[in-house]
């Protein structure tokens, strides 16, 4: 399963809206980038987990023809684009969503085709798990990396620049004085990247097929150097 690379997980979901509906959704969108609306969506903020999310829609005229040669194609629906990436399980992540903003879900898939809503939840995991599209290929910089190690990398390079700008020190003792300052300041933040107990068997097995395919590929650089 290469929706997997780390700690992380690609998601990706497409659904169809019927196109006469669709202008329904782009002003939910667009609603929801203002003061009122978007106090609704504070839930999805404070879910760590996520990397990102992103919605888009794309009407049938939108759809691209890679060549002239391509023939025209008869596209009934608008389609709704779901992107995101998270730390964690598929369930941790849909049951978060489903308990952070389960109104602002139904908001943003509205009027989308049999959507079932996001309560019960048995049904919305069903929609979304039916939608998803698998990732082909998914590459992450840093797989060892959640959204929280990246924001405690941040925080910490921000204290440190500090230290080194406002800081002369005059003597060894004083510097060792001020630097234990700065580790006791920034210890919340200071912690091990090390890879997390499997999600599941599925990951567990694309884990030893991927170090087994990284075997291969240098015994066979090394053989043929």
Do not use: C
């Not at 006469?20 to 609306?37: D, E, K, Q, T, V």
């Not at 019960?120 to 990396?145: D, E, G, K, R, V």
């Amino acid at each position: 399963m290469s929706n997997i690379a780390g700690k992380a997980y690609a998601m990706n979901v497409v659904t169809p809206i019927k196109w006469y509906r669709a202008w329904i959704n782009r002003l939910i969108f667009w609603a929801g980038g203002l003061p009122f609306f978007s106090s609704h969506l504070k839930g999805l903020t404070t879910l760590s987990l996520i990397h990102y999310a992103r919605w888009a829609l794309v009407s049938p005229r939108q759809f691209p023809r890679l060549d002239e040669s391509q023939p025209k194609e008869t596209i009934k629906y608008t389609y709704m684009f779901f992107f995101s990436n998270f730390n964690g399980s598929w369930n941790q992540y849909v049951d978060s969503f489903h308990m952070a903003i389960p109104a602002g879900l139904d908001l943003f898939w509205h009027k989308n085709i049999k959507y079932p809503n996001s309560i019960p939840l048995q049904p919305f995991h069903s929609y979304i798990n039916h939608n998803q599209i698998w990732t082909n290929h998914y590459y992450n910089a840093y797989p060892l990396a959640t959204s929280n190690d990246i924001k405690a990398a941040i925080a910490v390079k921000k204290k440190l620049k500090k230290f080194i700008e406002l800081n002369n020190f005059d003597s060894p003792e004083l510097f060792q004085k001020e630097y234990n300052k700065l580790l006791n300041d920034v210890q919340e933040h200071l912690n091990l990247m090390e890879p997390t107990p499997i999600v599941s068997l599925s990951a567990e097995a694309v884990e030893k097929r991927r170090t087994a395919d990284h075997h291969r590929f240098r015994n066979r650089a090394a053989s043929s150097s």
